[in-house]
């Protein structure tokens, strides 16, 4: 059985990004860039949504670094029912079926490890199922506030969560890393 692993960069306030806020809201540092770097490099196959992929496959000649080099040459599935077009980008593949249903199959059947970029619809959808097996919330030194765009945790149903691992980033930069353990939430 396959692993999925969920990652989620937001502000303190639970923003996903922010109307006014540059990629990872303005902190990009080496030791995030090593991060990223590293786990692009291990096996794994990336689940994205629509606007996920239509952000990450055809950047600006100048945009197209490493990082994106390396996702090109990743298995992608996109989940849409509404996207027309033939993939443009390598090694990727549309499906229009059930997310839920597709994701148990690759858990179940697949050869490579699962993972979540951006695709937050995607993310809270895989969590509302039971689907994670790790939370992973890298969250940045800033309250969004009113400028805040997609709250990551929004409808999002009560789960309990171990913490399996930390790290500062950069000294400013918050990996927290979760693992859902199946029990109810504690209750008064």
Same mark, same amino acid.
């Given at each position: 059985?396959?692993? &999925?692993?969920?990652?989620? %960069? ?11 806020? $540059? ?16 786990? &692009? ?18 950047? $600006? ?58 695709? &937050? ?11 994670? +097996? ?5 969250? %940045? ?18 789960? +309990? ?12 930069? &918050? ?10 939430? $504690?209750?008064?």
């Amino acid at each position: 059985m396959q692993t &999925l692993t969920v990652d989620v %960069f937001l502000s303190v306030d639970g923003w996903a990004g922010g109307a006014v806020s $540059p990629g990872c809201f303005g902190y990009f540092g080496p030791e995030l860039e090593a991060w990223i770097t590293s786990e &692009l490099a291990l096996p794994q196959r990336v689940l994205l949504g629509r606007r996920t992929y239509e952000a990450l496959a055809a950047p $600006p000649e100048e945009a197209r670094d490493a990082s994106w080099l390396r996702m090109s040459q990743l298995d992608k599935v996109v989940f849409s029912t509404t996207l027309e077009t033939t993939p443009s980008w390598p090694n990727t593949r549309i499906c229009r079926g059930d997310l839920v249903a597709e994701v148990r199959r690759l858990k179940d059947h697949g050869d490579l490890p699962l993972r979540t970029m951006g695709s &937050l619809s995607v993310a809270r959808h895989l969590c509302g199922a039971g689907l994670v +097996d790790r939370l992973r919330l890298m969250t %940045f030194p800033l309250f969004a506030g009113e400028t805040g765009r997609e709250p990551f945790f929004a409808g999002m149903a009560a789960a +309990d969560l171990e913490l399996v691992g930390h790290r500062a980033l950069d000294g400013r930069v &918050l990996l927290l890393e979760y693992r859902p353990t199946g029990r109810d939430i $504690p209750r008064a």
